[in-house]
């Protein structure tokens, strides 16, 4: 049935060496459920009734070219050959315990394996023995539900996600990439269970919302974790922008929304996914900032500067990366609306220039961001802010032109100079500084500190000047 898409020829081998070892050996999981899915994947997983070591061993020596890891402990085995990884394991079977989510482990049929198993389109199979090779095994109408889009646990769900509660994760990661649908029990059970996250590791459930953010329509799964009350347990900053308050007849945008609906506009531009978190953040710290002015409305002054001091708590606390990333991200924060503001005010280059200089690399990605950060529902205000935006870009491009020739500065100035010497201004200080300048025009320098350095202690000496052994 499926002999078309087992087209690599491990898994013939795999049959094989089964056979010999008198083993029952099946596809299962990712690669099955992606054949339906029409994803060409290259991460296998074999379950055998028998031991998974043994297996990939015993292939190991057929297929030479493949590297082979063993892992004692998990009693599991991975070929890896070209980009493929293959992943060997032995049937088993899974009781838990309440307080974490490693549950007994022993061995067990091929049913107590798919039994285990989260959902029903991860728990379809493809046997590999003989004579029922490449015959699908669907024990609980996984294709149908491939077919209508569904997310269900095979067994209770309750009792699925309380045994291991990544799954509701799980779930909710499942739903945006593949844009499913949870049936309504499954959904259900995620809102009852939600509390049973808590013994999972930070750095799990920050996996998974990783791989939302990474799909395509992050959205789904931020609304879901949401209404489940997942999202509460581990990101409240975001929870606590939804909601619209009226005060005089006055509202204000729901941010919540606003807020996913500006990170799906910045995943249509952006693979980035640092992007896609300034998006996340960028209005974070509006409950935080906002006032009501009686007779004006509603106001959150500042909310790009404490939101951008936000950024460091969250992503400690998500155990997301310090370094650069966060360093972009935090300043993707605190310029997201300085774009705007060049369209509102009359234009001039040193508003632009500063621009400019602070965004520094990430020019490209605030302008991503900001427009991304449109989400009016009337379409002729959408049309001018993003006219304005165009012409924002295009100023920023003029300035960057004309700057290359009016705003270039040598790596050493006058002021440093005068520190290097210990003097104060100068006819010499004039002359250095112009022999600096015309040395890295003409090329006869680099335009780097080290080179400057060394060239304008040479001219003070010429000059009879000494460099001051208390300064630089
Ligand atoms: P991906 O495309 O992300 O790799 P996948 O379905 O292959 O998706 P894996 O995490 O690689 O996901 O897991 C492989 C298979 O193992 C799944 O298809 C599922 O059958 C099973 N599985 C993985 N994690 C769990 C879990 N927490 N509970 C139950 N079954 C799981
Ligand atoms: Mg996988």
New binding site residues.
């Given amino acids: 049935m499926f002999q078309k898409e087992l087209n690599h020829p491990i898994f013939q081998l795999v049959s094989e060496e089964s056979q010999k070892l008198g083993f029952q050996t099946f596809v299962?999981?990712?690669?099955v459920?992606?054949i339906f899915l029409k994803r060409a994947?290259k991460?296998v997983?074999f379950v055998t009734v028998g031991s998974g070591i043994e297996l990939a061993t015993a292939v190991r020596n057929r297929l030479k070219k493949a590297h082979l890891s063993v892992f004692k402990n998990f009693g599991t085995a991975q070929l890896k050959t070209d980009d493929w990884e293959f992943e060997f394991v032995g049937a088993r079977k899974e009781s838990y315990d309440r307080n974490s989510?490693k549950p007994k482990v022993e061995d067990g049929t091929f049913e107590d394996d798919i039994y285990?198993?989260?959902?029903t389109i991860?728990?379809l199979a493809i046997s590999l023995n003989a004579p029922k090779y490449g015959e699908l095994i669907d024990l609980f109408g996984g294709v149908e539900d491939l077919k209508k889009g569904l997310i269900r646990t095979p067994l209770d769900p309750k009792i699925?996600f309380s045994d291991?509660p990544?799954?509701m994760m799980?779930a909710a990661?499942?739903a945006t990439?593949l844009n499913f649908t949870l049936v309504p029990e499954t959904l259900e059970a995620l809102k009852t269970e939600a509390h049973r996250l808590s013994i999972i590791s930070q750095e799990r459930i920050t996996d998974e919302l990783q791989?939302i953010i990474k799909s395509a329509k992050p959205s789904i799964g931020f609304t879901l974790l949401f209404d489940t009350k997942l999202l509460h347990l581990f990101f409240p900053e975001m929870v606590r922008l939804q909601g619209v308050e009226v005060r005089e007849g006055k509202g204000h945008k729901d941010n919540f929304y606003h807020t996913l609906q500006v990170l799906d506009q910045t995943c249509e531009k952006t693979e980035d996914i640092w992007v896609r978190w300034a998006a996340i953040l960028h209005d974070i710290a509006k409950p935080a900032t906002k006032r009501f002015f009686p007779g004006e409305g509603w106001t959150f002054h500042g909310h790009e500067d404490k939101g951008s001091r936000m950024v460091k708590p969250i992503f400690t606390r998500l155990k997301l990366p310090l370094g650069e990333p966060m360093r972009r991200v935090i300043n993707l924060v605190r310029l997201h609306l300085r774009p705007i503001a060049l369209t509102k005010e009359q234009i001039t280059d040193s508003a632009i220039r500063r621009l400019i200089f602070d965004a520094e690399a990430d020019l490209e990605d605030l302008m991503i961001l900001c427009k991304s950060d449109i989400t009016t529902k009337n379409k002729e205000k959408e049309k001018r802010f993003q006219a304005n935006l165009l012409l924002v870009e295009k100023n920023i491009a003029l300035v960057e032109e004309r700057d290359r020739i009016r705003n270039w500065q040598p790596p050493i100035d006058g002021q440093y100079i005068m520190d290097l010497f210990g003097i104060g201004p100068s006819k010499e200080i004039g002359i250095i500084k112009t022999q600096l300048k015309d040395a890295i025009l003409d090329g006869i320098i680099d335009n780097n500190l080290e080179e400057a350095l060394k060239f304008v202690i040479e001219k003070g000496k010429e000059l009879g000047l000494q460099r001051n052994e208390f300064g630089i």
């Fill in positions: 299962v999981g990712g690669f459920r992606d994947s991460d997983d989510r285990r198993r989260d959902f991860n728990a699925t291991d990544l799954r799980r990661r499942f990439q791989k």
